[in-house]
C-alpha cells in the first residue's frame, strides 16, 4: 500500500516503476467504471482503461501539478482516448503497441468484475478515491470482489479483525458521504 500522493507516484515511475503500478492500482476501477458506463461493453471498457493508462505511462513527465491534479490529469486522457475510439471506430492501441504491452484478454471473470465496477453509482466510485488505500481495497475486496475475511486479510496482509474493522470505517465513511449527497 504506496502512501505517497498521485503527483509523487508519477514523479517517481522514471526511476521506480513499480511507483506507476501503484497509480495504476489506485485508479484502474474509476477509469474503468468510466468506460462501462460509457460504452456499457466489459471488454470494450477493459482494451480503453488498457490504451488509457499506456498513454499515461508514455507521458507521465509531461504532467505538471501546477495545472491540476493527477486524477484530473488521467480522466482527460480517458476522455481523448474514448472520443479517438468513437472517432476511428476502433479502440486505438497505439500507445500500447509502442510499449510492447500485451493484447489484452478478458476472461468471463474480469468481465464480471468489470461489470460490477459499472454497477455502482459514481458518486460511490469517487467516495471510494477518498479512502486511505488500504480502506479502499479492504472494502473494494469484501463488498465487490465478496472475499472472505480471511481471504481479505490474507490479501491485505493483516488480521481478520483488522480487515473487518477496514471495511467497517470505509463503509461507515461511504455511508456519511452518500448521505451527505441526498440531503
Known amino acids: 500500500m504506496d502512501e505517497r500522493t498521485d ?15 501503484a497509480f495504476y492500482r489506485r485508479h484502474e476501477r474509476s477509469v474503468l467504471g468510466l468506460f462501462m458506463r460509457c460504452t456499457r461493453s ?21 504532467f505538471q501539478p501546477r495545472l491540476g491534479e493527477p ?3 488521467l480522466f482527460g486522457i480517458a476522455r481523448h482516448v474514448l472520443s479517438r475510439s468513437v472517432e476511428r471506430g476502433r479502440v486505438d492501441d497505439r500507445a500500447r ?7 489484452l484478454v478478458v476472461d468471463e471473470d474480469a ?11 459514481g458518486d460511490v466510485l469517487g467516495f471510494m478515491d477518498e479512502l486511505p488505500s488500504g480502506i479502499r481495497d479492504a472494502v473494494w475486496g469484501r463488498v465487490v ?9 490474507a490479501r491485505l496482509r493483516c ?24 440531503r
Open 7 to 21: 503527483a509523487e507516484l508519477l514523479a517517481a515511475t522514471a526511476r521506480e516503476p513499480g511507483a506507476f503500478g
Open 42 to 62: 466489459a471488454e470494450l471498457a477493459a482494451d480503453l482503461t488498457a490504451e488509457t493508462f499506456a498513454n499515461a505511462l508514455e507521458s507521465r513527465e509531461g
Open 71 to 73: 486524477r484530473a490529469w
Open 97 to 103: 503497441r509502442k510499449l510492447s504491452l500485451p493484447v
Open 111 to 121: 468481465i464480471e468484475r468489470i461489470e460490477a465496477v459499472a454497477s455502482l453509482d
Open 145 to 153: 470482489d465478496e472475499a472472505e475475511y480471511e481471504e481479505l486479510a
Open 159 to 182: 488480521s481478520p479483525s483488522v480487515a473487518r474493522k477496514r471495511v467497517s470505517r470505509g463503509l461507515a465513511h461511504l455511508r456519511t458521504r452518500i448521505e451527505e449527497t441526498t
